[in-house]
């Protein structure tokens, strides 16, 4: 499992074998099922993942229990709500498995004390930071422009793989758009 | 100007008069009239600002001219596309002042001097980076889920003091719903 990880950060960072050797005895290796959660509600996200297979989704609810995915989290990327991690208050959010999963666990403690001992990592990580900024605003700026439509083939055209990994009622508790427009959309362009 | 930007910082961090000067010595101070623009599409976002009165705010264009409406910032706060700061890229947004603002101003290259120079304010960068992530994650939720009635009395709620300041279409293209549609629930609840 960690091999996966390694060949990602080797491509992204120049680490010494003694820095992954350390940044591997830290990590734990953990098996997540679909539909398994890591993070619930209420809980202080106190963790930092790494997917090294499969797929997990990070959602809140609202007062009626409808759900919204604020991510998906795929192979080589990583995940937390940040909002606890940063902050230490309970979540308002969820993280569990789309598929059955592998992922790299840091305690948040840990992961603090590699970024203090490897700065290529800590500049990986600022840099990591900053896509994050800039992919929420472009999100911002995608769900509060454009139709139902729109919103739906631009999903397609920017995550294409995964697209065909989740069933259409996750894309649209993503785009924000109810499932009932989806399924019209659907079969609209099914039939031109 | 530079009065209101002291105050703002000494009460966010520990700084020395020396550091103090030395973020003087190489900010700038700036009027900028109402509609007038501080960056536009195309060009490269070089500068961050700090708003010591009035509002500004970040907005993109789609295909067909319309507005959406990524940020109002008033006094005392920050304001850059990071996109284009943080990539060098030519930017896909505006900035343009709503109210006649005075901001300060820092060339990227001489902020990033500071960062370097004056650890306190790179905290305290990296604190207000951490709580634009958080923001950015609660945006997405607010837009992606509830009604439009919903997101427009979130915003009353939420930000008060800009609901008072900007035109009712200016929500509407921060929220993400129609002018159309926000005048009828604004009839509405007027009504009620």
Redesign the interface.
Known sequence: MFDVFERYISAKAILTDQDLCLIRSLSVERKVAKREFVLREGEIARYIFFITRGMLRLL?T?DKG?E?I?RFATENNWLSD??SY??GNPSNAYIDAIEDSQVLVWDKQDFHFLLKEIPALKQLMKEL??R???A??????T????SAEEKYFRFIEKYPDTFNRVPLHMIA????VSRETLSRIRRHSVNK
């Open positions: 809140r609202d409808n919204y604020l940040r909002e940063i902050t930071v900053g994050s900024q800039i929420n605003q472009n999100r911002v700026f769900t509060i422009s454009g508790s993503y785009i924000g």
